[in-house]
């Protein structure tokens, strides 16, 4: 049979195209059918900022030295209660985790949402009777502090986009609590609207708020609670548009090198080693110049012989303690291995025990992401009228405390607050509310997946750098 060949290719060509689009049709016709909430959020703006400062006033700092303190109990029976009257299945734990589950009320199958916050404050700061101060249509000038504190555009390049725009900033004599009270405000704030307008479809919503994540223990008790989302975001982040979508794996190694007491003089007949010339020789050794932290940018780790100590005062015991970063946990895992094997060779060289202690201390959630947590946060932020910027952070997150003891990982969303851990923190008020309305959007932007992994990852193409 004869065929136009021409025409043959195109109609091949114009076909493939089709298939091609075709599920991207689908997902953005599901896109575009979805709600905007332009008016429902409207209402609830005034709200969330009220609920917000009457957060500002509760003294929640958590401790090093205390597994939990009085002032975060407090906070956590208030808003425990405060949570539990609007009706939903809420739980406070033994070591005050606030857990609530909201049941679907879509009839198909959908991944699990969880959200995350945390209600502590950090100790490094003073926090306790903290006035807010609101500053409505901001003019642009300096804003002068108690204390000689300033805020100005040298010092935060951020407030020139905060002009006209209503801002909150504590009054210089302590922080203002934003980290992460703003997540907390936008948490509860979510529960109230979906608790009256149950017109608003999504499908199962756990949300969890913890205690003492300003002192790297936020997931250390999150077992007590049923939180184990498919796809999580956690309240925490900076200002528009930022969802840190990676950060480093984190680990802690201990090595103790043993030597034995004994008369320095007589070590030759005595039997005493010397612990401090093979730990000297190991730090040396694993922390290589070219491994220290000052020479990593980027994505790129670091393995860093942090401090040496006698332990206990013995001078028979050295003890290294190294900090390992990197985005990929493999880097971690090949440096260890590297580690071990110089060990054990000046173990034997110098005839000592070298014992080694391993502390996983937070994930990179990239390495373990629901595979439509990059298109709901991009989705959900551009129905709020807000342009994603994806990032990664050289630090850890809520999120990637939860990721070590969970195994998921999840996105950290911007919430307006700045200058953490500071008497010049402050808060973008509009970014908070941009924030509440993004939370908003991920539950039909979730609720239209349908089931697990069932629509096409329509957002833009990426691959985080420990995939590559």
Request: hydrophobic letters at 35%.
């Amino acid at each position: 049979m004869k065929f136009n060949k021409p025409f043959y290719l195109w109609s091949v060509f114009i076909a493939s195209v089709a298939l091609f689009l075709a599920p991207l049709a689908q997902a953005g016709s599901v896109q575009n059918h979805r709600p905007e909430h332009d008016e429902l959020v409207a209402k609830y703006r005034p709200v969330l900022m009220e609920r917000f400062l009457k957060y500002t006033t509760y003294d929640s700092q958590s401790a090093n030295d205390q597994d939990i303190t009085p002032e975060q109990i407090e906070t956590a029976q208030k808003l425990f209660a405060e949570i539990k009257a609007l009706g939903f299945n809420t739980q406070l734990t033994e070591h005050y985790y606030i857990y609530v589950e909201i049941p679907s009320n879509v009839a198909h199958p959908t991944p699990v949402l969880g959200f995350s916050s945390h209600y502590d404050t950090t100790p490094d700061v003073a926090g306790k009777n903290i006035h807010a101060n609101v500053i409505k249509k901001y003019d642009g000038n300096p804003i002068v502090l108690k204390n000689g504190h300033v805020l100005d555009f040298n010092t935060d390049p951020y407030l020139k986009q905060m002009v006209g725009k209503t801002i909150v900033t504590s009054d210089g004599t302590t922080m203002l609590s934003g980290d992460d009270k703003a997540g907390v405000s936008i948490m509860v704030t979510l529960l109230q609207t979906l608790k009256e307008n149950p017109q608003l479809k999504h499908g199962k919503v756990q949300i969890v708020i913890t205690p003492n994540e300003d002192v790297g223990r936020s997931a250390d008790y999150i077992e007590e609670t049923p939180y184990r989302p498919d796809l999580a975001f956690d309240f925490d982040g900076k200002v528009n548009g930022e969802v840190t979508v990676g950060n480093f794996n984190a680990e802690k190694v201990i090595y103790r090198v043993k030597g034995v007491n004994g008369h320095q003089s007589h070590a030759a007949e005595n039997g005493y080693r010397n612990a401090w010339k093979p730990a000297c020789e190991l730090g040396a050794i694993c922390a290589k110049e070219e491994w220290l932290p000052n020479k990593s940018t980027g994505t790129q780790g670091y393995a860093e012989l942090h401090h040496m100590n006698m332990v206990e005062g013995k001078m028979s015991e050295a003890e290294l303690d190294f900090r390992l970063r990197s985005f990929k946990q493999a880097d971690i895992d090949a440096w260890k291995d590297y580690a071990q094997q110089k060990a054990d060779s000046i173990a034997k060289k110098y005839d000592v025990q070298i014992e080694r202690q391993v502390f996983k201390q937070y994930q990179n959630v990239a390495e373990n992401i629901h595979p439509q947590a990059r298109a709901v946060a991009q989705n959900a932020l551009r129905r709020a009228g807000v342009t994603p910027h994806f990032q990664e952070e050289r630090a850890g997150t809520t999120a990637s405390m939860l990721m070590l003891k969970l195994g998921k990982g999840a996105y950290t969303i911007f919430t307006g607050q700045q200058n953490a851990h500071n008497f010049t923190e402050w808060l973008s008020e509009e970014d908070m509310f941009k924030s509440y309305w993004v939370a908003l959007n991920m539950l039909d932007e979730v609720a239209a997946l349908r089931e697990p992994d069932a629509l096409p990852h329509h957002a833009d193409n990426y691959i985080h750098p420990s995939e590559r």
